[in-house]
């Protein structure tokens, strides 16, 4: 939560649309303040944070603020993704992009460890909630990590737990 997503969808689109939503007001990963995109971007953050499924999309759906067809959700907030999947459907989002997306029984968090990763979701007995996703996902992709997972054993700095970026152990 320290900008780093943003910072790279800025990079990668300059001219985008950015709404970056986070429940807290400073970093949690030891950085001492946020990176800030002052380039047409809206934080709805600390005080100003909304739930992803709390905001009016319709509104801003309406109002021409956002096109849904064209919009990319990036998805990093360990909240459950599956359980996100209703919003996106109702309001006819079609690009969604998860960054947590765990093996069975791995993560940061509860809700990560709890299923519902699409990774994990794939490898389940069929389900109600697994049947649901095949039948609304169009095309599914995993992207490997930016390095390779065996170069971080390489580095002097503390390691994140399993299931953290990078982590050594991680295939």
């Known amino acids: 939560n320290s900008g780093q997503s943003t910072y790279f969808f800025r990079r990668a689109c ?4 950015i709404i970056s939503i986070d429940p807290e007001e400073k970093p949690i990963c030891g950085q ?3 990176w800030i995109d002052d380039t047409n971007n809206e934080y709805l953050t600390g005080k100003n944070f909304k739930d ?6 319709g509104e801003r759906i ?3 603020f956002i096109d849904p067809v064209t919009t990319l959700v990036f998805i990093d907030d360990h909240r459950g993704f599956y359980k996100r999947f209703p919003t996106f459907s109702k309001f006819g ?6 960054e947590d997306n765990y093996k069975r ?3 940061a968090t509860h809700f990560d460890k709890r299923g519902f990763t699409p990774k994990q ?5 069929t389900s109600p909630e697994t049947e649901w996703l095949l039948y609304n996902t169009k095309i599914y992709a995993e992207f490997p990590p930016i390095l390779p997972p065996s170069l971080s054993d390489k580095t002097p700095h503390k390691k994140k737990p399993q299931g953290g970026f990078l982590h050594h152990t991680d295939d």
Do not use: C, S, T, Y
């Not at 992803?52 to 999309?57: A, Q, S, T, V």
């Not at 989002?93 to 998860?98: A, E, G, L, P, S």
């Not at 979701?121 to 007995?125: H, V, Y």
């Open 121 to 125: 979701m794939w490898q389940k007995p």
């Open 32 to 34: 001492p303040v946020r």
């Open 14 to 17: 300059p001219d985008a649309k």
């Open 93 to 98: 989002f079609r690009h969604v992009m998860n």
């Open 105 to 107: 029984g791995e993560g």
């Open 52 to 57: 992803l499924d709390e905001i009016d999309w």
């Open 62 to 64: 309406r109002g021409g």
